[in-house]
């Protein structure tokens, strides 16, 4: 079956970076879009960033410019380097897969979803 596991979550001080890993199993890794979403206490979960089959990727405003997705087809894995966190970054952070192949920030066309890793930025 399909597995979505993500790792590399932290505690980490503000302006400080981390990189989340999401490793893909039971897939056709190359066919899916990828993406990452985050929850925070409290609030509905929030796209993050989502990168096609090919490669071609879009972010959400309020991570542009600091968070970088990238996939490696070989490797069946997609990263979410993480630069200049913010306090407001803090919450669980989700990878998850569409087979449609093209990204979206609409989270009902994902079909997997991973469990999440937690990020916490500190002031």
């Known amino acids: 079956q399909v597995q979505l596991v993500e790792s590399g979550g932290g505690l980490v001080q503000a302006g400080g970076s981390l990189t989340l890993s999401c490793a893909a199993s039971?897939?056709?890794?190359?066919?899916?879009?990828m993406a990452w979403f985050r929850q925070a206490p409290g609030k509905e979960r929030e796209f993050v960033a989502t990168i096609t089959w090919s490669g071609g990727s879009t972010s959400s405003d309020s991570v542009k410019g600091r968070f970088t997705i990238v996939r490696d087809n070989v490797q069946n894995t997609v990263s979410l380097q993480m630069n200049s966190l913010k306090p407001e970054d803090t919450a669980v952070y989700y990878c998850?897969?569409?087979?449609?192949?093209?990204?979206?920030?609409?989270?009902?066309?994902?079909?997997?979803w991973g469990q999440g890793t937690q990020v916490t930025v500190s002031s």
């Open positions: 039971g897939m056709t890794f190359s066919n899916y879009a």
């Open positions: 998850a897969a569409s087979g449609l192949g093209y990204g979206s920030m609409d989270d009902s066309v994902y079909d997997y």
